[in-house]
């Protein structure tokens, strides 16, 4: 087993010597593989195989880095690890049933904190996380928490953050008459209601999306001190706070471009790079994607990477950041035969001489979770990527400021916190009938 290493050591040993490099071949893993894998502290059972249902991927480099990083597993210990892909909103659903009736993948990699909608039913992966957070410099807060919750058994293996910032057009917001993003709220609605009177109007989900619509309501609830439950997890939505969270809400809808309220986490993605929105909150799969169809020459999207860039969310009355950034969970599932594969698959991904790969091919689109990998490249090449950097440091945890688990979780699948803003700032519902709807689900999980 290697020794304990910091950033620095980090970034000048192995992998620094490979240049870190997204480029890098199956075979150029190889030779490092084979000496983890006799080396490793978890021996994969004999004739283990393994199956692996993940997200169907946003950036393509980072899924092609990923499969190297599989094949240089199997080459290295013999174990074959089938993947399939699913949408988002999908992952959840299906580790549902696995987990209800005993049989399905080996491993569901999600967003949130799904695997602790049934922890019991979870692989135990305490002593992969302890080995992989001594080694590389400790696992962030919220890692911590997505990984554990309020208990010591970790219940999946926080390998990513995929970040979730302010995507905007620099010349649109110029001609609004703003220098930057504004950092705090005020200014933030401001600008939103300059750039859709000058017809570059901007845009956030506020249909059913797992990870958009979560990401900025849940910010804006917490922005103004709402929250859905207190820190005894006793049901606290209904506040001075969180009306006033409504009807800042409810103003930004109208600054926005028509239809927010049945986007789903693909259509802002699409919107942006067709020039129908100029301001948005992502990943930094958009510019990532504009940059891929530049390369291919693409006007629009050269355009589109050459103005583009990224903000943090502003700072709401709070005076504090309280973004809501998507953890991506790996959940092995108790029933699978080959435990001791799992937890070495799970190592070997997160291992630097794979993790930086990964990272570096990824662009930003995920961000590490263990605090060794701050000072990759990715972070200082481009900097447009520069605010994803802080992703797993600056968020705050589902469910927060009650504990996070299994009612937390439910309460996210349910969409509630989605749902209450879209009710009022459609107008389906006052605020008096949004609120009472969302603290009577709220309370009947949290019974």
């Not at 135990?124 to 058994?153: C, N, P």
Request: glycine share 8%; net charge neutral.
């Amino acid at each position: 087993m290697r020794n304990k290493i910091d950033r620095r050591s980090l970034l000048l040993g192995s992998a620094a010597t490979t240049a870190i490099a997204a480029t890098a071949s199956t075979t150029d893993m190889l030779g490092f593989a084979k000496a983890w894998a006799a080396d490793n502290p978890f021996k994969p059972e004999d004739g283990a195989s393994l199956t692996l249902t993940r997200w169907r991927r946003f950036v393509q480099s980072e899924d092609d880095a990923f499969r190297e990083i599989v094949a240089s597993f199997t080459k290295a210990t013999g174990v074959n690890v089938n993947i399939t892909e699913e949408g988002l909103d999908d992952i959840q659903p299906k580790a549902s049933v696995a987990a209800n009736t005993g049989q399905g993948a080996d491993m569901f990699w999600g967003i949130f904190a799904f695997p602790h909608l049934f922890p019991t039913q979870s692989l135990d992966l305490t002593d992969a996380a302890d080995y992989l957070g001594k080694k590389y410099g400790g696992w962030s807060d919220a890692a911590v928490v997505y990984g554990r919750g309020s208990g010591k058994k970790w219940v999946c293996m926080p390998v990513a953050v995929v970040g979730n910032e302010i995507n905007f057009r620099r010349s649109s917001i110029e001609k609004a008459g703003f220098k930057s993003v504004p950092e705090e709220t005020d200014g933030f609605l401001e600008l939103m209601k300059a750039m859709k009177a000058q017809g570059t109007p901007g845009g956030f989900a506020l249909g059913n999306a797992s990870g958009d619509g979560n990401s900025w309501t849940h910010w804006l609830l917490w922005s103004h001190g709402g929250k859905l439950v207190d820190e005894n997890d006793k049901v606290a939505i209904d506040s001075p706070e969180t009306r006033a969270a409504l009807d800042y809400c409810k103003k930004l809808y109208e600054a926005s471009a028509p239809g927010t309220i049945s986007w789903n986490d693909s259509f802002n993605n699409k919107a942006f790079l067709s020039g129908q929105v100029h301001l948005t909150n992502n990943g930094i799969s958009i510019y990532a994607a504009a940059q891929r169809n530049a390369a291919s020459g693409d006007a629009l999207a050269k355009e589109v990477a050459d103005d583009m860039d990224h903000a943090y969310y502003p700072i709401g009355p709070v005076g504090k950041p309280t973004e809501f950034q998507a953890v991506f969970p790996v959940m092995g599932m108790n029933y699978t035969k080959y435990p001791n594969a799992v937890k070495a698959f799970l190592t070997y991904w997160m291992e630097a001489d794979q993790y930086n790969k990964w990272l570096r091919a990824s662009v930003g689109y995920v961000t590490h979770t263990l605090k060794a990998f701050a000072d990759n490249p990715v972070w200082t090449e481009d900097p447009k990527r520069r605010v994803f950097r802080d992703c797993a440091e600056r968020t705050l945890p589902f469910g927060y400021p009650g504990t996070i688990g299994e009612k937390a979780a439910a309460a996210m699948a349910d969409f509630i916190v989605v749902n209450m803003f879209a009710n009022y700032s459609s107008g389906r519902m006052d605020a008096d009938a949004a609120i009472k709807q969302a603290a009577r689900q709220t309370g009947r999980i949290y019974r």
